[in-house]
């Protein structure tokens, strides 16, 4: 099966892969969909790459080289950016389309090292809206380069050097979501908190996840208002 799938997680992919689903949401609520594109209350993709595509280091065939990709632009479902989203213009318009939505999701999946990910969350975590996810993606990633650290060990060789770098420099996403749970006003406070457990409405429900403990949930207002009425509560939960 692996085998014989379409290799599209790579370059925009996953963005390409929910940009097909709210496709699927135009036949479903036409009257939501006017003139050939989506309508400002309909769901939309905000993607962002800082890197040009010819500097982009990922596998071919990648998303955003699937016709589809185009179509979706041309449809209003997805609007590609090439620019950083810290800076005041990128947040300024993440906050008009913020605005105008009903829900909010965050997916970071760009740079996987632990301090840029925590200004991200800091910037970003903001949006989300109330029962919505900030994702922090592949946090499993810092786990994976310790096991490839031993690895190399056993057999007298050097890590990776990107494994290396997160292992003793820079740290990862585990790390980034870690330190936003103990220190961050928002999970002080109740507004977030980290969507653990097996249960089938948990992100976590499955066997397996590329992102444990990277599911940052927005709390309603009065149950993180009920959750810190005894007094602070720490990131810890």
């Known amino acids: 099966m692996c085998q014989r799938c379409p290799r599209l997680a790579s370059g925009g992919g996953s963005a390409l892969y929910m940009g097909m689903i709210l496709r699927l949401l135009r036949v479903s609520e036409p009257a939501r969909y006017r003139d050939g594109r989506f309508s400002a209350l309909f769901p939309r993709?905000?993607?962002?790459?800082?890197?040009?595509?010819?500097?982009r280091q990922c596998a071919s065939p990648r998303g955003f080289d699937s016709p589809h990709w185009a179509s979706l632009k041309k449809e209003g479902v997805i609007e590609e950016r090439r620019a950083d989203v810290t800076s005041p213009e990128e947040l300024e318009l993440i906050r008009k389309y913020a605005t105008d939505a009903r829900a909010v999701l965050v997916i970071d999946d760009g740079d996987h090292y632990a301090g840029l990910l925590i200004q991200h969350i800091e910037l970003l975590s903001g949006f989300v809206t109330e029962g919505s996810f900030y994702l922090v993606q592949d946090t499993r990633l810092d786990r994976t380069c310790r096991a490839q650290a031993a690895h190399a060990r056993a057999r007298k060789g050097l890590a990776w050097p990107y494994c290396r770098s997160i292992i003793n420099e820079r740290g990862g996403p585990a790390?980034?979501?870690?330190?936003?749970?103990?220190?961050s006003p928002g999970f002080r406070n109740g507004s977030f908190s980290v969507a653990r457990g097996r249960g089938g409405s948990s992100p976590e429900g499955w066997v397996l996840t590329q992102h444990p403990g990277g599911w940052l949930k927005r709390r309603d207002?009065?149950?993180?208002a009920k959750a810190t009425a005894g007094g602070p509560q720490g990131g810890r939960r």
Not at 45 to 55: A, E, F, R, W
Not at 175 to 183: D, M
Request: aromatic share 12%; with cysteine; hydrophobic share 50%.
């Open 175 to 183: 790390r980034a979501a870690r330190f936003i749970e103990c220190v």
């Open 221 to 224: 207002p009065q149950f993180a």
């Open 45 to 55: 993709i905000l993607t962002y790459d800082v890197l040009p595509v010819s500097q």
